[in-house]
């Protein structure tokens, strides 16, 4: 669902992927019930470690304030837009992008 949400490209720089890398914006260490929904998942390119899903590990604060990282303590993904390469977005729980205005 997230990778056809997302149309297979990196929610962050666009790039077209073969094999898409999902992302946990809340981590996954972080074990809570709403880890897999749809809203608290996007498709970045790279590894943990490499592409836009490294430089969301590697920059913490940037990537919060871009929506790609949320709290431990925010149980809502929902509510917190993401900066994509097409703008501000908000995913929801239904496998949908809702255009924001920030």
Known sequence: MVLTRDRWRCVRCGKYLDAGSIHHRRMRSHKWPGLNLPSNLLTLCGSGTT?????AH???AQARED???VSAYNDHP???PVHTWKGWMLPDNTGQWVPQVV
Do not use: K, S
Not at 51 to 55: D, K, S
């Open 78 to 80: 929902e509510t917190i």
């Open 58 to 60: 590697a920059h913490p």
């Open 67 to 69: 929506g790609y990282l």
């Open 51 to 55: 592409g836009c899903h490294g430089w």
